[in-house]
């Protein structure tokens, strides 16, 4: 079992930048992919970035894609989301997920472990 724990959430302007951690506990998360989504209000919550647990292959949303950078210290057991250029419409409760078998998905019903998420806020 894998307990991911967020940090690093807050209020910034558009422009400017955030860095998310996830730390997980329980088995290692050097052996596990992670992945970042977040839920809007309102909306369903969506994929945004995965890293695999070989390789650390990356994978984004469209969306995000050339303005965040996922990336893992396998040392410390913590991946990160580095958002920058953050838009408004970023604004988002972020999680972070472990999948049920260590393979990245943008489903968020591949997952099997969540943290509670982080309140990203984007002010224009």
């Known amino acids: 079992q894998v307990q991911p724990v967020e940090s690093g959430g807050g209020l910034v302007q558009a422009g400017g930048s955030l860095r998310l951690s996830c730390a997980a506990s329980?088995?290692?998360?050097?052996?596990?992919?992670m992945a970042w989504f977040r839920q809007a209000l309102g909306k369903e919550r969506e994929f945004v970035a995965g890293?695999?647990?070989?390789?650390?292959?990356?994978y984004y949303a469209d969306s995000v894609k050339g303005r965040f950078t996922i990336s893992r210290d396998n040392a410390q057991n913590t991946v990160y989301l580095q958002m920058n250029s953050l838009k408004p419409e970023d604004t988002a409760v972020y999680y972070c997920?472990?999948?049920?078998?260590?393979?990245?998905?943008?489903?968020?019903?591949?997952?099997?472990?969540w943290g509670q998420g982080t309140q990203v806020t984007v002010s224009s």
């Open positions: 329980g088995r290692t998360s050097s052996s596990v992919a």
């Open positions: 890293i695999s647990w070989i390789g650390g292959r990356t």
């Open positions: 997920a472990v999948p049920r078998t260590n393979l990245i998905n943008t489903t968020p019903a591949w997952y099997e472990y």
